[in-house]
């Protein structure tokens, strides 16, 4: 937990999978918020997450990001880093960024320094003593500003934008940290309709380079977003495949869309 | 990229101009105006300064800069600490040991060991005071012990995560556990009494006009470089992810950035720069003992911050002194309404004006009524920019 290593750690996805999930079980206080989960996520897929309130997605990301430990199972990105002994920061530095449900962006930084955090290269407290931003690093700032439309806020504090601006700075913050693997948290909650098909837009576009993970209840946005739909009911897989093939599924009508 | 090669111009560009000329006045002042006045004018003319009044300032310049320690730390990362008397005081203990072997045989008993030893018996010195009679070594434990004590709390305190009022509490129970460890007389460093009667300092006789102005302005060279350094520290990216410490953590870990070190290495900073205050604090009002560790001094410092404005730096010396001013009347006119007042002070900032001082003073500016903004309604910091999705 306390070391830490100046290269981040290389992430192996020479079988083309980079997140692997066998047989996760977290319990709280005897219940199984994951129970014998079994989920992988290929390089450069869009996988969607959706399952009734309670059926895990959150403790997913959780486990993915080393915030809770499992009690059983294996957690895997890439073939060689195990999840489960690596702490936070180091699962961060190896390439995996997460978006929170409610926006958390720095409200009393600026736009512009919320995007420099995310950005910077060296992490360590050492390195930012001397750090200064050169001219790639400006570049990539600008081109991330113009790309989530908020180029005129830069100089704003975060605190003051709208909401639908802070989940897309949130995006950006994630595009400047430049992830392999990124889970996003409902990043469409609260949206306006407007938002949303613009924030489809942005997160298609991240995908590709990298994998991308989105936990949805809208099922508009699903849909929108295409990809490989997961259906999580009760800690574990109830269906996964094409989004038209699991609104089909008897299983799935019953305990998620049908009501 | 990184330019680590030059340092200076970051630091320089760290303080804006204005704060730089108030820097060089307070700089001319403290070095010029007041060593002549109170060395060059004869006791009784009108702008003679007296010695109490090189005292008191002298003083104050080593609050202000504890309250800038403070506020680095609780107005930048958000660790707000109620037990930085305790590094003033280990600053001040430090350099006391080198001050009271400085006595030499003038004390009371003529021993080559200080009185309060002697007074116990005691027939030689215990180890940890070997070495004090050399000054550089004092300076040196003022510097490391506060430094080394701040260091291994912190990184319990904030390797298991402790944060908020928690900590907060922890602090205070830590300067209130030292405080009884050093009124006790074994302890080895005077008990309740502490150490006083001091003669000289580096070889000057300690009252003298000379040495008061020369640790005065000692006082007020450490303050000025303790805001310099703070200020390029938290305009530095450095103290940006200071500020991401303050608001939001866990949100920074997910980001790679591990916390423990930028939260470890600003709260060991504090803690040095409250040592040296302390060193310097006790040559000029001539005693330490151990209410300088008690949970209400502690909770002063914390006091003159929030007066001031918190994550201002300015403000916490702006806090350190008028709080101190007004102590220095108070206990002359009605010492027994001074913790009263101080209590209405915490509560009155607390609930009226969370910015401080500075933070009143900000908030007026852009108020002030000048011609070109009432002739174009839409002035340059008014909610132009507010229309948005």
Partial sequence: MTATPAAPLQVNTGHGVVLYLEDVTVSFDGFKALNGLTLYVNVGELRCVIGPNGAGKT???????GRTRPDRGRAFFGQSLDLTRLSEVEIARAGIGRKFQK????EAHTVLENLELAGARDRRARGRLFALPGPEDRRRVEETLALVRLTGEAHRPAGLLSHGQKQWLEIGMLLMQDPKLLLLDEPVAGLTDEETARSADLIRGLAGNRSVVVVEHDME?????GGTVTVLHEGAVLAEGPLARIQKDPKVIEVYLGR | MTARTSLLRPLLRATPRA??????????????????????????????VSDHVVTVAGKIACYATV????????????????????????????????????????????????????????????WFWHGTDHAAWAVALAVLVPGLVAF?????AFRSRIRGVYFSIITQALTYAAMLLFFRNDTGFGGNNGFTDFKRIFGFPIAAPGTRVALFAASVAVLLGTLVLCRWLVTSPFGGVLRAVRDGEPRLRCLGYEPLWFKLGVWTLSAVLCGVAGALYVPQVGIINPSEMSTAASI??????AVGGR????????????VNLAKSWFTKAMPELWLFFLGFLFVAVTLFLPGGLVGLLRSRRPRRPTPASVAAPPSPDGPAEEVTA
């Fill in chain 2, 67 to 126: 309250a800038v320690a403070l506020d680095l730390v609780w107005g930048y990362a958000g660790i707000l600490s109620l037990g930085h008397g305790l590094f003033f005081a280990l600053g001040g203990y430090a350099f006391g040991m080198y001050l009271m072997r400085s006595i030499g045989r003038d004390g009371v008993y003529q021993s080559d060991l200080p009185d309060f030893m002697v007074f116990l018996d005691w027939k030689e010195l215990p």
């Fill in chain 1, 221 to 225: 946005f699903v849909e929108r977003l």
């Fill in chain 1, 59 to 65: 403790t997913m990301m959780d486990v993915v990001t």
């Fill in chain 2, 19 to 48: 704060g730089w000329w108030a820097v060089a006045a307070a700089a001319a002042l403290a070095f010029v105006v007041l060593p002549a006045l109170h060395l060059l004018v004869a006791p009784g003319h009108p702008l003679h």
């Fill in chain 2, 311 to 322: 994550g201002t730096l300015v403000g916490a010396v702006l806090g350190a002194v008028l």
């Fill in chain 1, 103 to 106: 926006p958390t962006v720095f």
């Fill in chain 2, 300 to 305: 002063e410092i914390a006091i003159w911050v």
């Fill in chain 2, 152 to 156: 291994v709390f912190g990184w319990f």
